[in-house]
């Protein structure tokens, strides 16, 4: 059992004859991923990687069965790849690029209001799950079979992260990078239901950021659960004002602060580790183990 990814997955490209759509879909099949194709428009009838290239999401959906897309399209043309792949039907869109205007996200949230499709991302690492393959550029080697969901707001954090807990022996049922924009798909709050849902996961890692209140929104849902939570809060030193990495790492005002989402978790009861070396203990402990 795993949320939004499993063996049953078909997943197609968007992209994918671009440098990163070719090096990541390599990473992806090696990963033992079932990538069935990939989408160019003006491409279609080309083969990448040894997959067959279609000119739209629409015709790659009818010809393979589909029902997960990546996309690695370039920032003036991600928004309407996630727009196209949407309009498609396609279920799951996990979308990686980086640096696609405020503006644009904005058009794509309100598309997305009117269609069922569940959007990853942007600017996010993607999603994984052990012994079953990703979706995106995790490096798929450190992660270790189990049951600890994990999700976090930062790519680089999930891998550390995520190889602090295999070390330990903490496996993961499923691993899912939401993206660090302002304007994102999938929240903190979305993926603790769906875990909460999971009979694989018997506690989830949640790492968060300065900037927002997606942190926040999930700690009042938390006291629901009946699994328990474990998190930790990057960027606790950053100064007002000042975007620290993400585009939605930003402190404004008194929204957003690392001291707000910590009082805010540790209300709910959820153990805020100091360090992320801390995690894989704080887990053991919520476990029992």
């Given at each position: 059992?795993?949320i939004?990814f499993d063996?049953?997955s078909r997943?197609?490209?968007?992209?994918?004859?671009?440098?990163?759509?070719?090096?990541?879909?390599?990473?992806?099949?090696?990963?033992?991923?079932?990538?069935?194709?990939?989408?160019?428009?003006?491409?279609?009838?080309?083969?990448?990687?040894?997959?067959?290239?279609?000119?739209?999401?629409?015709?790659?959906?009818?010809?393979?069965?589909?029902?997960?897309?990546?996309?690695?399209?370039?920032?003036?043309?991600?928004?309407?790849?996630?727009?196209?792949?949407?309009?498609?039907?396609?279920p799951?869109?996990?979308?990686i690029?980086?640096?696609?205007?405020?503006?644009?996200?904005?058009?794509?949230?309100?598309?997305?209001?009117?269609?069922?499709?569940?959007?990853?991302?942007?600017?996010c690492?993607?999603?994984?799950?052990?012994?079953?393959?990703?979706v995106?550029?995790?490096?798929?080697?450190?992660?270790?079979?189990?049951?600890?969901?994990?999700v976090?707001r930062?790519?680089?954090?999930?891998?550390?992260v995520?190889a602090?807990?295999?070390?330990?022996?903490?496996?993961?049922?499923?691993?899912?990078?939401?993206g660090?924009?302002?304007?994102?798909?999938?929240?903190?709050?979305?993926?603790?239901r769906?875990?909460?849902?999971?009979?694989a996961?018997?506690?989830?890692?949640?790492?968060?950021?300065?900037?927002?209140?997606?942190?926040?929104?999930?700690?009042?849902?938390?006291?629901?659960?009946?699994?328990?939570?474990?998190?930790?809060?990057?960027?606790?030193?950053?100064?007002?004002?000042?975007?620290?990495?993400?585009a939605?790492?930003?402190?404004?005002?008194?929204?957003?602060?690392?001291?707000?989402?910590?009082?805010?978790?540790?209300?709910?009861?959820?153990?805020?580790?100091?360090?992320?070396?801390?995690?894989?203990?704080?887990?053991?402990?919520?476990?029992?183990?």
């Amino acid at each position: 059992m795993s949320i939004l990814f499993d063996q049953n997955s078909r997943v197609i490209v968007q992209g994918i004859t671009g440098r990163e759509g070719q090096f990541h879909t390599r990473g992806m099949l090696a990963s033992k991923t079932n990538v069935v194709g990939g989408v160019t428009p003006g491409k279609g009838g080309q083969t990448s990687e040894g997959l067959p290239v279609f000119d739209t999401v629409k015709e790659a959906i009818k010809q393979t069965g589909a029902n997960v897309s990546c996309i690695f399209v370039p920032p003036p043309g991600a928004a309407d790849a996630i727009m196209e792949a949407a309009d498609a039907g396609m279920p799951l869109t996990v979308c990686i690029t980086e640096g696609i205007p405020v503006n644009d996200m904005a058009r794509v949230a309100a598309f997305m209001k009117e269609h069922p499709t569940r959007l990853i991302g942007p600017n996010c690492p993607g999603l994984a799950t052990p012994g079953m393959g990703k979706v995106g550029i995790m490096p798929y080697h450190i992660f270790l079979e189990g049951d600890i969901g994990f999700v976090s707001r930062s790519g680089t954090l999930t891998y550390e992260v995520v190889a602090l807990l295999t070390a330990a022996g903490l496996g993961q049922s499923s691993v899912i990078g939401i993206g660090g924009d302002p304007i994102i798909g999938t929240t903190f709050f979305d993926v603790l239901r769906l875990f909460e849902a999971d009979p694989a996961t018997k506690a989830v890692v949640m790492c968060g950021e300065i900037g927002g209140s997606d942190e926040e929104d999930a700690a009042a849902y938390i006291p629901q659960m009946s699994k328990p939570v474990v998190s930790f809060i990057s960027g606790r030193t950053a100064p007002a004002g000042k975007r620290m990495g993400h585009a939605g790492a930003i402190i404004s005002g008194n929204t957003g602060t690392a001291a707000g989402k910590v009082a805010a978790l540790q209300k709910a009861n959820v153990p805020v580790a100091d360090s992320i070396f801390e995690i894989p203990d704080l887990v053991k402990q919520a476990l029992g183990r």
